[in-house]
């Protein structure tokens, strides 16, 4: 009897360990986080302490809470975690990034406080599809995602709006609608569809059987080397400031 398919090409499998490393996404939540040392690369000055606590914020939403809240909503990743038990890591992990945005607001800047609120509305509206499911699109995908933290790394660090800000979200805005067209489909194939069939003509008269397993993989390909470049790119960055 062949294996079931993994729900991500980076699940790691049954057990509690495995489900709870799985549902922290690896590569996307390094991806994302990336996005915010991106931006608070570019600022005039990078303030250190801005930059870890930052990340600590968004690991706490990205990273775990909103993927606890996804897992909640439609178990898209299969695991075998109770509601109550991705209730409570949803609500601390929120609760631990609200608090680090407080602080922020509180120390750095008080212009901290609409992106604080605006983070905190997003992460349920979008992961649990709140108002029909308005909020979850691929256009709200790609500002929440990508230039959402984007900005607010430059601007933690900044402390003001500058071109340089704007660019860097428009252009991690842009990545996670790339991120967006790759992953789309790779869910369909691998979540909705059971079989793949037909032939590709190559215009040299060969052919080639189409199979799921064929059309998934440079896809899987395209997303784990990507996120593995925008994170490298990312520390590259930052080693290149601090």
Known sequence: MAAPERPAFYALGSGRAAELLTLLHP????WHLSYYALGAALAPRVHAD???WGLVAFALAVGVAAHALDELHDRPLRTT?????????AAFSSAGALAIGIVGVLIVSVWLL??????ALFLPAYNLELAGGRFHGDAWFALGWGAFPAFTG???NAEQIRLP???IALGCL???AAQRRLSTPARELRRRTKSVSGTRMRSDGSSEALSREGLLAPLDGALAALSLAIFVTACAALVARL
């Open 81 to 89: 975690l109770s509601d109550r038990a991705l209730v409570l890591l």
């Open 27 to 30: 590569p996307y939540t390094l």
């Open 154 to 156: 430059y601007f933690a």
């Open 114 to 119: 609409p992106l604080v609120v605006a983070g």
């Open 174 to 176: 842009a990545m996670s």
């Open 165 to 167: 800000g704007i660019l």
């Open 50 to 52: 801005r930059v870890i």
